[in-house]
């Protein structure tokens, strides 16, 4: 099955820094790449996400960044705000049929974004 | 459009009881997934729905099972509840392949 891990699994920076967060996964037919934000007592949203027939997404100060060669799709966060302190989860997926396939999250990095 | 709900937000339950989580997806999603969310492991995928057929499951023992209904709605049961239950149970609706999930607030099950 996918084997999906993140890195790192905490990040702190300091107000106005980039942070990076790099998602690797193990099944080469992976074609949907997202990235979900979860804050503090709040349900995961859908922040950006990119497919396999693109290399790079941007949406503001947030971009994705996406390497199939290497199986590695990254977040980036420009010009971090402490309203990006969150837990972010990838879930890269081989969708087929409809349906989405087997959903494997990684296991979050919780980043803090200090004033 | 209005976002995933789900009933009820808060649970509580003893061990050996049965519990039945529901979950009404965007209007016009097909697919319908569920996960279980506890603080040391994160987001573990328990099964999808799509077109009322279980398309895909995770590795969770026999006593989780699931529904989706001809309207897309789903219900998530749970039999023989343990301690290890407890967690908040999400789910999360999609327009199906290749696209994004959209998740409900939670159900807080707690088992004592």
């Known amino acids: 099955g996918e084997n999906v891990e993140q890195h790192p699994s905490t990040l702190s920076v300091q107000e106005g820094d980039s942070a990076v967060i790099k998602c690797t996964y193990s099944?080469?037919?992976?074609?949907?790449f997202p990235w979900y934000k979860q804050e503090l007592g709040k349900r995961p949203q859908l922040i950006i996400d990119i497919r396999s027939n693109v290399g790079e997404k941007k949406d503001q100060r947030i971009a994705v960044t996406l390497n199939k060669t290497a199986k590695h799709f990254s977040l980036h966060i420009t010009e971090t705000q402490p309203e990006d302190s969150a837990v972010y989860f990838c879930a890269p997926l081989r969708g087929y049929g409809g349906s989405q396939g087997n959903l494997i999250f990684g296991k979050g990095t919780k980043l803090s974004v200090k004033p | 459009k209005a976002g995933v709900t789900q009933t009820p937000r808060y649970l509580i339950k003893t061990r050996g009881q049965q519990v039945t989580l529901s979950c009404s997806p965007i209007s016009g999603h097909r697919s319908v997934s569920w996960y279980q969310q506890t603080p040391g492991q994160g987001l573990q995928f328990l099964f999808e729905y799509f077109s009322e057929t279980q398309r895909n499951k995770g590795n969770f023992p026999g006593r989780f099972s699931g529904r989706q209904f001809s309207n897309s709605r789903s219900e998530m049961n749970v039999s023989t509840l343990e301690l290890g239950d407890s967690a908040l149970y999400l789910c999360a609706s999609s327009l199906g392949e290749s696209n994004g999930q959209f998740f409900g607030p939670g159900t807080r099950l707690t088992v004592l």
């Open positions: 099944d080469s037919a992976s074609n949907y």
